[in-house]
């Protein structure tokens, strides 16, 4: 039986559907959700700025004075964290993103009947971030959305959803 449900959420479509999926599930068997993203220091800024654009997280959080959204404006899609890392108004803004980012996945939770619902943003690798998560949590189900990484490109990088599969402990669904 399960007992408490983590989704990790990057804002993307694919991980939409997996907190649509965990919701559901948390409301069917009244458990406790939690909603969980993994800040993306090292992510392409213009992957980063494509799914931020999408829902308007920026606009959301663009009011906080100690936050430089500028590494989304970048050309290029070089890496959010170049040489001597990101600065801390580029960590802020990223971070901003990602309590966004739970905020949305939580009310969209509880609009799905969710009850209980706690949010969770930490700095990690991905899928390492998720495991720790969900065994932080006491999560005995993890909900991931898979991405479509191309087959030749899986096999270079592997997923965050195969790594989180292979590696989890517990019941690991993964939302296409």
Not at 113 to 129: L, N
Not at 136 to 154: F, K, P, Q, T
Not at 170 to 176: D, E, L, Q, S
């Given at each position: 039986?399960?007992?408490?449900?983590?989704?990790?959420?990057?804002?993307?479509?694919?991980?939409?559907?997996?907190?649509?999926?965990?919701?559901?599930?948390?409301?069917?068997?009244?458990?406790?959700?939690?909603?969980?993203?993994?800040?993306?220091?090292?992510?392409?800024?213009?992957?980063?700025?494509?799914?931020?654009?999408?829902?308007h997280?920026?606009?959301?959080?663009?009011?906080?004075?100690?936050?430089?959204?500028?590494?989304?404006?970048?050309?290029?899609?070089?890496?959010?964290?170049?040489?001597?890392?990101?600065?801390?108004?580029?960590?802020?803004?990223i971070?901003?993103?990602?309590?966004?980012?739970?905020?949305?996945?939580?009310?969209?939770?509880?609009?799905?009947?969710?009850?209980?619902?706690?949010?969770?943003?930490?700095?990690?690798?991905?899928?390492?971030?998720?495991?720790?998560?969900?065994?932080?949590?006491?999560?005995?189900?993890?909900?991931?959305?898979?991405?479509?990484?191309?087959?030749?490109?899986?096999?270079?990088?592997?997923?965050?959803?195969?790594?989180?599969?292979?590696?989890?402990e517990?019941?690991?669904?993964?939302?296409?």
């Open positions: 039986m399960t007992r408490h449900i983590l989704v990790a959420t990057d804002g993307s479509d694919t991980a939409q559907k997996a907190v649509t999926l965990a919701a559901e599930l948390a409301a069917k068997f009244d458990v406790p959700l939690t909603v969980g993203h993994v800040l993306q220091y090292g992510r392409r800024a213009d992957e980063m700025a494509r799914m931020a654009e999408v829902e997280i920026v606009d959301a959080v663009k009011g906080n004075a100690n936050a430089d959204f500028a590494f989304l404006n970048r050309s290029g899609g070089g890496l959010i964290n170049t040489g001597t890392g990101p600065s801390q108004q580029t960590m802020r803004a971070s901003l993103i990602g309590e966004e980012i739970v905020k949305r996945g939580a009310q969209h939770a509880r609009d799905l009947g969710a009850k209980t619902v706690d949010t969770r943003v930490v700095m990690d690798d991905p899928a390492d971030g998720i495991l720790d998560m969900a065994e932080e949590a006491g999560a005995d189900m993890i909900v991931v959305g898979h991405r479509g990484l191309g087959r030749v490109r899986s096999l270079l990088a592997g997923s965050v959803a195969q790594k989180v599969n292979h590696n989890a517990c019941t690991v669904v993964i939302a296409r």
